[in-house]
């Protein structure tokens, strides 16, 4: 990965590439951000740049992740008992090579493990103090990039932490996550913290210019989506259904929510719908939690006559749109948008998807009807 090839982050790239000039880099570093707003790509740069200084020649092989120096550590599924990253480091290199910014619900949808908790086992740290007990390849520093370190069991972090503390002979250790909550506190006091900030717009806005044909009002549609995300940029850009998907669950959990004060009896089909939702892997489910979040802050936006700001509507399958935005206003989006942000919370903690979502679901109905 080049450091050009990564959207935006001028102040950080730099604040990087000044670290390794002037030999400051600690031996074990966190970024912490959305994989979306670089985290990867950057932690990829940064050991290129290393092993760039310390031998030109062979920091080319960072390119096509093959430089037998650089290992790579990630979440996975038990395979016959083995939770090991190497059962399928090939498909994460594809998928990487393809994308460096992919996410959690990219590589669960690699996997085809949708209804599986994705996880880094205690004996991948068992394998890595084998491998990182051999002398290095080409002569030079050891790397080892763990992504999504807070996938970790309880286990793997308790070994992983003395790995940390006892790390042998020249190894660069940086881990990628992006939230801390789930990194053990001892893991954390011994890294270097570098926060990964979601990408500027104008950046995003530049990079479409650059590198595709957009038409303009398409190019500020997807900036306004991608919320600084690049990941969810390229998504857009791709996707020709967008959030059809999303779009149709989002308007059936509204026209439900509007006929359960007449008739109570829809309450079951809010069951069945937080029941559907609660078959997706909990990446998608969050997803759909971010997008139920932002088509409320729009219709907000439209209530309030900020139009200019609704960058998007809700047109298709009879939905009105403008009907709907009425019923959106100070009075209840902000226990709207707790309610989500709690699920979101619930969620991350491996709650109960079908109590979570039915709940959701309900309350919904309550809040839709208040009154300004």
């Known amino acids: 990965m080049n450091w050009e090839q990564i959207v935006g982050q001028e ?3 730099k604040l990087l590439r000044d670290s390794i000039a002037s030999n400051r880099v600690s031996h074990a570093q966190l970024f912490i951000g959305k994989e979306g707003y670089g985290t990867l790509p950057l932690a990829m740069a940064f050991a290129k740049e290393i092993f760039r200084k310390e031998n030109e020649h062979s920091s080319a092989k960072v390119e096509h992740l093959n430089h037998l120096d650089l290992h790579f550590s990630f979440p996975v599924f038990k395979e016959k008992s083995s939770g090991l990253s190497d059962n399928f480091l090939e498909s994460f290199r594809e998928m990487i090579l393809a994308n460096p910014y992919s996410n959690n619900e990219d590589w669960t949808k690699i996997l085809e493990s949708e209804n599986k908790q994705l996880t880094i086992y205690a004996d991948e740290v068992d394998e890595l103090n084998k491998k990182f007990a051999l002398k290095s390849f080409e002569g030079g520093s050891k790397i080892l990039i763990v992504w999504q370190a807070d996938k970790m069991n309880v286990s793997a972090a308790n070994k992983f932490l003395k790995f940390l503390e006892e790390p042998p002979k020249d190894t660069l250790i940086i ?18 913290l570098v926060e990964i900030p979601r990408i500027e717009d104008p950046d995003i806005e530049n990079f479409l210019k650059n590198n595709y044909k ?3 009002e398409k190019l500020k549609e997807t900036v306004f989506q991608a919320q600084g995300d690049w ?4 998504k857009i850009l791709l996707s020709e259904n967008g959030d059809t998907e999303f779009e149709e669950l989002f308007v059936m959990w509204v ?8 008739k109570p009896e829809f309450l079951k089909n809010i069951v069945f719908w937080g029941r559907n939702i609660a078959g997706w892997n909990r990446e998608k489910q969050k997803s759909f939690l971010d997008y139920c979040s932002e088509m409320f802050r729009l219709a ?30 100070g009075a209840n ?9 709690d699920a979101d919370y619930h969620l991350e903690r491996n709650a109960n998807s079908k109590l979570v979502w039915t709940d ?3 309350k919904l109905s309550r809040y839709i009807h208040k009154t300004p």
């Not at 881990?175 to 990194?183: G, M, R, S, V």
């Not at 990941?231 to 390229?234: D, E, L, S």
């Not at 989006?333 to 942000?341: G, R």
Request: overall charge negative.
């Open 11 to 13: 102040n950080l790239k």
């Open 175 to 192: 881990l990628t996550a992006e939230n801390i909550d789930f990194i053990l506190p001892t893991i954390l006091s011994r890294t270097q």
């Open 214 to 216: 957009i038409e303009e």
């Open 231 to 234: 990941n969810i940029a390229q």
């Open 255 to 262: 026209r439900e929510a509007f006929q359960v004060k007449k």
């Open 300 to 329: 907000l936006l439209q209530n309030y006559g900020n139009e200019t700001l609704v960058y998007k509507k809700i047109d298709s399958g009879g939905f009105k749109w403008e009907s709907f935005s009425r019923f959106i206003h």
């Open 333 to 341: 989006i902000e226990a709207i948008l707790t309610e989500i942000s």
């Open 360 to 362: 959701l679901g309900i």
